[in-house]
């Protein structure tokens, strides 16, 4: 088994989207990791699972420690994500083979293999990542560059981990309401105040947010601060964790409260741009949310498969079985539509941080409609896959219930999705975002005309032309109703997207096969346009589409005949 290479839509979006050099140094190191999740990490994560980290407050002569003791199956995942495949620094250094930095989409595609094993760790090493780009982007290079080094080692004895300590009791989607005061101390700052929600609570360079004299009541109000666990003198830094929080999943992960009691900190960057700074630490790990649940409902359908496979009913597997058949159908059209958001995301990302105008606004909004749906998805997803195994599916020695819990944090973290939602209205009144993502899709589809893709590329052009219509509506109405509207608006645009998309790579994987080109064509079919017609055409070729082999072009243009 090989999480990497059993995945149908993995590597031909790694064999699209990345060039020669890139695809020669990525595919051996992900077909490593996907060997080492199957047979390896992903019985490690159950096992930490089942092991929650503990807090000690005092050793035995009475100091105050608040030292975290971690299962050893959590250190191995630990030694694996940071320091074997390097899943926190890929996007700050060059390692596996690589002299400078790899394309953000090695990250993507490795962090997605890895999360399969593990959603909880993937929280402190998406912070970790985030962390060292924020401080990279907006920090003094003389005051942050050693902890950025850490930030992005691979090595045991020097490597980091970050953290992100924003939420407080009254303050979590209203940053201004932040209580926690910044005062100065020479060069430096003292923070004082508790923060309600700290995932990894005990890493070594934390980005928190705190309230400086003379500031406003609203975000600008609010200043970007480092905090690092050991002082410059080797002590530690005086701030306690209170307690760990008892979380229905994630639990292999820590998460806890802290009080920052004149904790000492350095101002990252304008001290009336915190938030804004900080955003960027947001978004980067709300697009990892994203990924991290496409990799849970990933790992959802494989399930599925081989449990349907196996297991018989009446005389035969239920695999065999039509309504099972059709059950596990749109499982998997969109565990594969929610990946090649994922890639498409990362490649304008890419493009963005090169200094592209126009993927640098569409990111901005591809962002929270990625996180959106997908993590939206992944909670009905594996909780399908959870059914499909039965009774067992809830029961603890199989890995369904874990998958289904921590899916449910996707849509939480970093905001829950009426926040994201609102957050893709706020770029449609910005910059006219959906404007934006229609053209760039449009753009995409009128490149199918001629190709076997046409007739879904003609329905997904009139779709676009009314999608924007509808939202250049919701803009012109009334500020409450445009609020209401949102959430669905944003699924659809969600929709739209991974349709086109996955149009567009059919036509590229067409030299060797027209199975993307049913996916893609049943995925629009039945998801976005609500239709049964696709069903006999796809079910009757599902073990084709989930095993990656060979579909007839008969069949895949028959969905729309």
């Given at each position: 088994m090989n999480f990497?290479?059993?995945?149908?839509?993995?590597?031909?979006?790694?064999?699209?989207?990345?060039?020669?050099?890139?695809?020669?140094?990525?595919?051996?190191?992900?077909?490593?990791?996907?060997?080492?999740?199957?047979?390896?990490?992903?019985?490690?994560?159950?096992?930490?699972?089942?092991n929650k980290p503990t807090l000690e407050h005092f050793d035995r002569d009475g100091n105050r420690v608040d030292e975290i003791t971690y299962h050893p199956s959590y250190i191995e995942l630990s030694k694996a994500a940071y320091e074997t495949y390097g899943l926190s620094a890929l996007s700050h250094r060059g390692i596996h083979g690589w002299e400078n930095t790899p394309p953000h989409l090695a990250k993507y595609a490795m962090s997605y293999v890895f999360v399969q094993a593990e959603f909880g760790l993937a929280c402190p090493v998406s912070m970790t990542d985030a962390a060292a780009r924020t401080l990279r982007k907006f920090g003094d290079p003389k005051l942050f560059g050693a902890y950025i080094d850490g930030l992005t080692s691979t090595d045991a004895d020097t490597r980091y981990t970050g953290a992100m300590f924003m939420t407080e009791t009254q303050a979590g989607t209203d940053i201004a309401m932040t209580e926690t005061q910044a005062v100065p101390d020479g060069e430096n700052w003292r923070l004082s105040g508790k923060k309600w929600f700290t995932s990894n609570p005990d890493a070594d360079v934390v980005l928190t947010l705190?309230?400086?004299?003379?500031?406003?009541d609203t975000t600008r109000g609010v200043g970007l601060f480092m905090l690092p666990k050991?002082?410059?003198?080797g002590t530690r830094n005086s701030y306690v964790i209170d307690r760990l929080k008892d979380k229905m999943g994630t639990r292999s992960m820590p998460s806890g409260e802290i009080t920052l009691d004149g904790a000492y900190a350095l101002q990252v960057g304008r001290l009336d741009h915190g938030f804004k700074q900080m955003a960027e630490m947001i978004n980067t790990s709300r697009l990892s949310n994203a990924m991290r649940s496409a990799a849970l409902m990933r790992r959802a359908v494989s399930e599925s498969v081989e449990h349907a496979r196996q297991r018989v009913v009446f005389g035969k597997p239920l695999m065999e079985q039509p309504l099972m058949r059709n059950t596990i159908l749109p499982l998997a059209l969109e565990?594969?539509?929610?990946?090649?958001?994922?890639?498409h995301s990362g490649d304008t990302l890419q493009k963005a941080d090169a200094g592209d105008e126009n993927a640098k606004s569409l990111i901005r909004v591809l962002t929270p409609i990625a996180k959106h749906y997908i993590c939206k998805k992944a909670r009905w997803v594996t909780g399908e896959a959870m059914e499909i195994r039965g009774g067992n599916g809830y029961i603890e020695d199989w890995p369904s219930s874990r998958l289904l819990r921590d899916s449910h944090l996707g849509s939480i973290w970093?905001?829950?999705?009426?926040?994201?939602?609102?957050?893709?209205?706020?770029?449609m009144r910005q910059y006219g975002a959906h404007q934006v993502v229609t053209d760039s899709m449009l753009e995409k589809l009128s490149a199918l005309e001629a190709t076997d893709a046409a007739p879904g590329a003609q329905q997904l052009t009139e779709a676009w032309h009314e999608a924007l219509t509808r939202g250049d509506a919701i803009l012109a109405g009334e500020n409450q109703d445009a609020q209401a509207l949102i959430g669905h608006y944003t699924n659809t645009l969600a929709q739209l997207i991974m349709a086109t998309l996955l149009l567009e790579q059919a036509i590229e994987e067409s030299a060797t096969g027209y199975r993307k080109l049913l996916v893609a064509n049943s995925y629009l079919d039945s998801v976005v346009n609500g239709s049964t017609g696709t069903l006999p055409v796809a079910l009757q070729w599902l073990d084709e589409l989930v095993d990656g082999a060979e579909v007839p072009r008969e069949a895949a243009l028959k969905v729309f005949k």
């Open positions: 990497a290479t059993s995945d149908p839509a993995l590597l031909p979006l790694v064999e699209r989207y990345l060039d020669t050099e890139d695809r020669d140094l990525l595919v051996p190191v992900l077909t490593e990791l996907g060997a080492d999740v199957a047979n390896r990490l992903a019985a490690l994560a159950d096992t930490a699972d089942k705190a309230k400086y004299p003379g500031g406003d050991v002082l410059p003198d565990a594969e539509a929610a990946l090649g958001l994922i890639f970093e905001g829950s999705s009426n926040v994201i939602a609102l957050d893709v209205l706020r770029c």
